[in-house]
């Protein structure tokens, strides 16, 4: 019994329950101490009455989603006898009685597995508390057959994935090993869609580079999907590996083709349309193949990034050949990512287990080291404004910026509790990071220090004009000051010799330069005292 020392041992169905329908749930029915309800992993659900060891009721009931019984609730004293059962794959929460071996009503409240469900407040009003696997959480009226409140919260697992979607700074995509593609407004920090159909963990995600709402996922079921944000819907599943899918890419030259690296060796290049293959090559001494992005500057250059340390430059318009025009050797262990500059032509960033990211200039040849980091690099990613700024996260929990020219940290950031999967900023907002990690958070970091001087500039009246320029002066020069050189700036440039008031040109300003905040615009207009 449960006020003994001693242990009871119980004995259901011999030959009935096999190792893999184990125990997954327990629950004491809180109207009688000897009465415990015993939930297997398949879906079967036993009654005992502990001073007899003896099964006193079966509600055998097998999970038509195919998940397993994640949780068991009593509705107590409201309604003796009665009891819910949820599984982590439906969201359908089924009502029992004690009484009869079916449920009295089966609920499908929401279309994705529950993590957890218990009843709170007072048991009459039967009010039940639900966590789903997507990260909602919400409590149910049980009575009255409606949800009486409802949150899309972030991700219940590691946050592998973060990208910015072009068209937009203030939307952001995530995917998650909980299996889930979530779009988020990061200026309100809600949740606008959990995108529907996919299963499985989700390791990349790539928006189409032409600004198109569409989105690019790999998946570990080995496929590669693709969603039409706007509309809602997939408009591509295609399953061209035998194995979980790491990394995928849009072409940017040419966004009719796309790419996808796995766990099997193959890289395939394949139409987005209908995900034909166009290429597939083999990596069959570097699997799995963890990376792989196509040069901004020549759509028939894609790098792929693998298990045996090497990167590898493929010219995927030679048709008739199976080798690649380039291998990277240097990292002393397996290369996770390779990202190509979009400023700088032929400049290729990698990360890997070396604790080390490596910045290749594949013209000349010459390699600089980046070290700091103290465990695994995972995320990588360039400046779009700063040719010589790139962007880390590793296993140690830290986002690091770096200044390649001089091989040198330049900012870290220590907000995550855990390993830094995912980066990703916005040529609009340059200066706004995101990252995600195994702590499940996405944090939206912002790079203060490096843009102080010209934040001041312009607190102060002054010319900002010193701080455009091209990527060559940037390169040649080593100070500190950041020079402004790609495509957002230009944008702004514009908009600063066009604005008609002073507060027009600061808004121009902050949407460039600060984090998505109303509060910081609404203090600026306070400074220059509301101007128009």
Known sequence: GR?????????????????????????????????????????????????????????????????????????????????????????????W??????????????????????????????????????????????????????????????????????????????????????????TSQVCLQVLPGHAGVVFYLAWHPEGEDRLMAAISSGEVWIWDIARRQVVMSVANHAEPVYCCAWNSGDPSLGASVSRDGNLVVFAVKDGSVERRIAHPVARPLYGVHFNVHNKRIVATASADGIVRIWDIGKVTSSAPVLELKGHGMKVFHCVWSALLPNYLLTSSDDHTLRCWNISSGECRILRGHTSNVRAVCWSSEVPWLCFSGSWDGTVRAWDIRRDHCVASFTDHHADVYGLSLHPSRPFVLASSSRDTTVRILWLQELILPIC?????????????????????SLSSTICLCGPGSKRLRQSLKSAGSVALKWQAFCDFFLAPSRDVWEIILLQIGGQR
């Open 456 to 476: 001041m500039a312009m607190a102060e009246s002054q010319s900002i004009e010193s701080f455009f320029g091209t990527t060559d002066e940037a390169m040649q």
């Open 97 to 186: 009685n004690v009484a009869q071996a079916n449920p009295m009503a089966i609920l499908p409240i929401r279309k994705c597995g529950f993590q957890s469900i218990s009843f709170v407040g007072k048991l009459e009003m039967q009010l039940c508390l639900c966590s789903f696997t997507d990260g909602t959480v919400g409590v149910y009226a049980l009575r009255e057959r409606r949800w009486r409140s409802i949150k899309v919260l972030s991700h219940s697992e590691t946050v592998f994935t973060c990208a910015f979607s072009p068209a937009n700074p203030n939307i952001l995509a995530t995917g998650s090993f909980d299996g889930t593609v979530k779009i988020w407004d990061v």
């Open 3 to 95: 006020d003994s020392v001693g242990f009871k041992r119980l004995f259901y169905g011999e030959g009935h329950v096999d190792k893999k329908n184990s125990v997954s749930v327990l629950a004491w029915d809180p109207l009688s101490p000897n009465y415990l309800c015993v939930g297997y992993m398949q879906g079967s659900i036993v009654l005992y009455d502990m001073d007899s060891t003896t099964v006193i009721g079966n509600f055998a009931s097998r999970q038509q989603s195919g998940g397993m019984l994640r949780a068991l609730a009593w509705c107590g004293s409201a309604s003796p006898g009665g009891f819910l059962s949820v599984d982590d794959r439906s969201g359908t929460l089924k009502l």
